[in-house]
């Protein structure tokens, strides 16, 4: 095989382990923002919930970071395409996580309980917001988005910021916060202790049924769905112009690749045994164990995302032909090798460092030892 079409197919799979660290780190901080107030029924039990993500929450945006930086570089013309049409998208979620370091660094600088709950407020908007816009996107993905290029490559998005929110999509993020939720749910059974930790096994089960639940109804939405097929013109090992294809639309197309490869239907199996071994361990007192198994179903989730739309990483709506594959929108091969060598080389120091941090700050966080830490948030 041509080593440009194995590039191209490794940054495939290592954009859905980007996207997959994303949803399992930053869903679990934005999880614990969700369900501050369920968690928490006092000012200390709320303090407590917030100072168990406190040493981790900034770190971990580290993937926010790594996954903008790795479609900018390695698909920039899904970068370029995306950031531009889905531009108040983006800055919807760039407001929401703007106010969140403000609810971490400024709830506890006054005893007012009313200005204690505006935070509480900011922090529970800004940890369901981006989880919910995170679901909603690759829902649009699933659907197709409303854009198309002129001869010289100029993209044009067509939608409008309200169609975005359809009702496939808001499903999709509605999946994505009671995933994050779970995830969350999980993290505070790991560090707390009492009611906290009965609270989050409890919305963790909750959670856990209404991401299945949602996933089903998802699943079988996408069986009817127009799905893309190309029919013509593409060059796998080509260059990235994605004006030489023909492409149509048939309702199931995307179940094609799990037709072809039966095998494939385990990845969506992922998120029903995550979830429900995970609930399990959860009941059973195993939180760490059931946090791992929510990262799997969050890897399964993905998974079948990426699997069903495989090779198409952007469809359009508008043009079906101008839809971005992974065969016509990425980076040149020198580019994705030199991309390699550094993943290779700094995804692990990601990985050493934070399970670093993670092993350092381990223990119980309870609201007798937060009432009396002035360092606490």
């Known amino acids: 095989m041509e080593t440009y079409i194995v590039l191209k197919l490794v940054w495939w799979a290592l954009l859905g382990v980007l996207l997959i660290g994303l949803a399992v780190m930053v869903g679990m901080d934005m999880g614990v923002g969700a369900g501050l107030r369920y968690f928490g029924r006092t000012d200390n039990e709320r303090r407590a919930t917030i100072n168990m993500i ?23 013309t899904i970068y ?19 106010v969140r370091p403000l609810g971490f660094e400024y709830r506890s600088k006054l005893t007012s309980q009313r200005w204690r709950n505006v935070w509480d407020t900011t922090l529970f908007i800004s940890g369901a917001v981006p989880m919910i816009v995170f679901g909603a996107a690759m829902g649009n993905m699933l659907r197709g988005v409303p854009f198309n290029f002129e001869w010289n490559m100029v993209s044009h998005y067509t939608g409008s910021f309200i169609a975005l929110f359809n009702p496939f999509a808001v499903l999709c993020g509605l999946m994505s916060l009671a995933l994050a939720l779970y995830q969350g749910s999980a993290m505070v059974m790991n560090r707390g202790t009492g009611v906290i930790r009965d609270r989050a096994a409890n919305l963790l089960t909750m959670t856990g049924l209404a991401a299945l639940a949602l996933f089903t109804i998802c699943g ?52 029903y045994a995550g979830v429900l071994a995970g609930i399990v361990c959860a009941r059973r007192g195993l939180s760490h164990v059931a946090w791992w198994l929510g990262a799997l179903a ?56 934070t399970s670093w941090a993670f092993w350092v700050m381990r223990g119980k966080v309870t609201p007798e030892t937060i009432e009396h830490d002035e360092h606490a948030y």
């Not at 709506?317 to 101008?322: I, L």
């Open 220 to 271: 079988i939405w996408v069986a009817f769905m127009p799905g893309y097929v190309i029919t013509a013109g593409a060059d796998p090992g080509g260059a990235a112009i994605p004006l030489r294809k023909s492409v149509e639309t048939a309702a199931g197309a995307w179940l094609n690749n799990f037709s072809a490869y039966p095998v494939l239907w385990l990845i969506p199996g992922l998120v």
């Open 80 to 98: 370029a395409t995306a950031f531009s049409g889905l531009y108040v998208v983006m800055l919807v979620l760039l407001w929401s996580m703007i």
């Open 54 to 76: 406190a040493p981790h929450w900034d770190g971990n945006q580290v993937w926010f970071i790594l996954g903008g930086g790795a479609v900018f570089a390695a698909w920039p």
């Open 298 to 353: 969050w890897a399964g989730t993905i998974g079948t995302v990426g699997t069903a739309m495989f090779p198409f990483l952007m469809p359009s709506s508008s043009q079906p032909a101008h839809s971005l594959t992974v065969w016509d929108a990425s980076s040149s091969a020198t580019t994705l090798a030199w991309m390699v060598v550094f993943t290779v080389i700094f995804i692990p120091i990601v990985a050493i460092y």
